[in-house]
């Protein structure tokens, strides 16, 4: 949001890096994980590896987050035809009895004179 309004502003494309944000927000916390990252593992890590992500805009930053976690957790869906291309048990269809349905079946039985319970 500060980006677009600041690229509105000047009329050309702004793009914050994620340290000034960060340090923008809260310094005490960027010091301390700086100083963590480098008692810990490496100054070659920080100098390397951490800076440069930190230079880059925090848009792009937690838009490749958010890519690799939902890489991390995306499931393919099983193909219908998974066994000798006959449909497995597994896949068969479920009638679901009239009971369990949601949206168009309760405004099928509003009608029907039933009443939903509350």
């Known amino acids: 949001v500060i980006d677009t309004t600041r ?5 050309a494309l702004v793009m914050t890096p994620l340290n000034a944000s960060w340090l923008a927000v809260s310094p005490d ?4 994980f700086e100083t963590y990252v480098r ?6 890590v ?3 590896i951490i800076a440069w992500v930190l230079g880059q805009p925090g848009f792009a930053v937690f838009a490749v987050l958010a890519f690799l976690l939902y890489a991390l957790g995306y499931r393919r869906r099983r193909h219908e035809l998974a066994r000798n ?3 497995s048990r597994f896949f068969q269809q479920v009638k679901i009895p009239r009971e369990f349905c949601f949206g168009p079946c309760q405004i099928g039985r509003e009608r029907e004179g039933h009443t939903l319970p509350a």
């Open 7 to 11: 690229s509105v502003a000047a009329s």
């Open 29 to 32: 916390t960027r010091a301390a």
């Open 39 to 44: 008692a810990k593992a490496s100054p070659l």
């Open 46 to 48: 920080w100098d390397g």
């Open 85 to 87: 291309g006959r449909p």
